[in-house]
């Protein structure tokens, strides 16, 4: 089957408008929320998701 899987935009917490993608369960009730290194203030900081880009289709197992 497929696993629809939703493209957001996530935004870094430490205030520097640092920008990167990220992908979640299309029917996750939950935003996404990462830790990633922000190059800007050159730390490991936490991302919040702030926009759904689109939803994809990924081919998935057949088991």
Request: no cysteine; net charge positive.
């Amino acid at each position: 089957g497929f696993v629809r899987m939703t493209m957001v935009l996530v935004e870094s917490l430490a205030g520097t408008g640092h920008t990167r993608l990220a992908f979640r369960p299309r029917n996750s009730p939950t935003k996404k929320e990462l830790l990633a290194f922000d190059p800007l203030v050159q730390q490991e900081v936490l991302y919040r998701e702030v926009k759904k880009i689109r939803t994809l289709r990924k081919h998935g197992s057949s088991d």
